[in-house]
């Protein structure tokens, strides 16, 4: 639920926000002047705030000065008459989310209200990390205590008190914009505004001016002066998503952000400032594409001082049955159904998928099998075809015939250092355990529940591991005479 203040003098204006929110998705306070409204800003704390310039007992920008004291990640929206745009647009300079022009729109009032409420969640509840997350149902949670996503959340405490470019990589569904968010929350500017854009979803000719602005006349269409994100972020964090899609144009403009600060608006001459701290993300190989020159090499080193990379859920599927446990409770209660956990087939069945839309389509997959269900337990007959599908699939292992090569531990070391790996513990354990398991599996002639004991782990843990590194086991015997020399 979006809770929404509106402050204007205007009664038919206070009446109209009430009608065109009202429903259980909305809280709805109103102030008829600034005094009433800075008192109820402070007590509820909006998600949304909704400020006429015009106002009987003060001005617009000095109850936007005194809200900013308050909480400054407060988007606030402004409603102005034609004469006094210049105002507003001072107002966003200052940190003001946009504004409207009277008389109000209403489709365009509900956009906008939406697109700020969604700001304010991201910037005021927190990306829970690791051992924050089981026994909750919040969207917003980094769920994973594997080895992989165990370096993702020290690189998350290492680069947040520092106040520089972070570059987030990773497939699309991995949770990109959590770890940017978590980066926010956890970092020095965490009571500033946190503002994001998806740079792959604005078509190319606006995306320029979405970020740096426009002035009247620019451009047809363009019949207001427009700031852009890297002004209204101004001492907050602008989090650019899917960055690998931008035109170059726009990505000489970010680079001279990034280096000395200044930009114009398209259409301006003027020179102006913000120190937002940029995180950028993307599904995209960047160097790849620098290398080729499909994307600025100067920007991209400019923004990878700092890099996290996320892994797929395929390398970490030790995760799968903590992730599925958090959608069960999240999603349960929203469908009205009471399952409470999946069944040890089931999760055996889901470990076996590649997940190519990693989170993003366990999630979903999740969501589907409830709608199915029937009891308290998520059967794997209530999963999606394809899931089963796949399974029967990957049914019939094999396991490698041939004795793998011994590992060459330090010529990996030397090769994943000269690609300047970040995930080097990861990768090597994933490496080791790879090499260690084929070894006893063997020597066992795939029978698990040796293998388990030799290993000294159980054999539901052994079962998980042989998913997650992609391991095929057979049985074959053969006779001293059979062998192949």
């Not at 008829?32 to 400020?51: F, H, K, M, N, T």
């Not at 959608?327 to 889901?350: H, M, N, S, W």
């Not at 260690?436 to 040796?450: A, F, K, S």
Request: charged share 25%; hydrophobic share 45%; with cysteine.
């Amino acid at each position: 639920m979006a809770s929404i203040l509106v402050v204007d003098d205007e009664s038919s204006i206070l009446h109209a926000f009430g009608r065109a929110f009202e429903g259980p998705e909305h809280q709805v306070a109103t102030a008829p002047d600034g005094a009433r409204g800075l008192e109820l800003a402070a007590r509820i704390r909006p998600d949304v705030i909704v400020l006429d310039l015009d106002l009987p007992d003060m001005s617009g920008m000095e109850v936007f000065r005194r809200l900013r004291e308050i909480d400054a990640r407060i988007p606030v929206i402004f409603i102005t008459g034609h004469g006094t745009t210049d105002t507003a647009i001072e107002a966003m300079r200052d940190g003001a989310f946009d504004y409207l022009l009277k008389p109000l729109k209403l489709a365009h009032v509900r956009e906008l209200v939406a697109r700020a409420a969604e700001i304010s969640r991201l910037s005021r509840e927190p990306a829970l990390i690791a051992d924050d997350a089981p026994g909750t149902d919040r969207a917003d949670v980094l769920i994973g205590r594997s080895p992989a996503m165990q370096e993702v959340y020290k690189a998350i405490g290492r680069v947040a008190p520092q106040d520089i470019a972070v570059l987030v990589l990773g497939e699309s569904g991995t949770g990109k914009e959590l770890i940017a968010r978590a980066i926010y929350q956890h970092g020095p500017r965490a009571a500033k505004p946190f503002l994001a854009v998806n740079c792959a979803a604005i078509p190319e000719s606006l995306l320029e001016s979405e970020l740096f602005g426009h002035e009247r006349g620019a451009f047809t269409g363009a019949d207001r002066t427009r700031v852009g994100k890297f002004e209204q972020c101004n001492d907050g964090t602008l989090f650019l998503d899917e960055i690998g899609d931008m035109t170059p144009l726009t990505q000489a403009k970010v680079l001279r952000v990034l280096q000395d600060g200044t930009f114009e608006r398209v259409g301006g001459n003027a020179t102006i400032r913000s120190n937002a701290r940029v995180i950028a993300a993307t599904n995209r190989d960047l160097p790849r594409l620098a290398a080729s020159g499909a994307f600025r090499e100067d920007l991209y080193y400019r923004l990878s001082v700092f890099t996290i990379a996320l892994p797929p859920l395929r390398q970490r599927i030790e995760d799968l049955p903590l992730l599925v446990d958090h959608f069960l409770r999240r999603f349960g209660p929203e469908l009205g159904k009471g399952v409470v956990q999946a069944a040890p087939e089931t999760l055996e069945i889901l470990g076996r998928h590649p997940w190519p839309g990693n989170v993003r389509e366990l999630q979903s997959v999740i969501k589907w099998s409830l709608l199915q269900t029937q009891g308290p337990v998520l059967l794997p007959d209530f999963l999606p075809e394809s899931i089963r599908a796949s399974e029967a699939s990957a049914a019939a292992p094999i396991a490698p015939a041939a004795a793998e090569p011994a590992v060459d531990w330090e010529g990996f070391v030397d090769r994943r250092l000269a690609a300047g790996s970040e995930n080097l513990y990861a990768e090597a354990l994933a490496l080791m355990e790879r090499s260690l398991l084929t070894r006893v599996l063997r020597e066992t002639e795939g029978n698990q529940v040796q293998a388990a004991r030799i290993l000294g782990i159980t054999r539901g843990s052994l079962r998980t591991k042989i998913r997650a590194l992609g391991l095929r086991i057979e049985r074959s015997v053969w006779s001293r005479d059979d062998q192949p020399g």
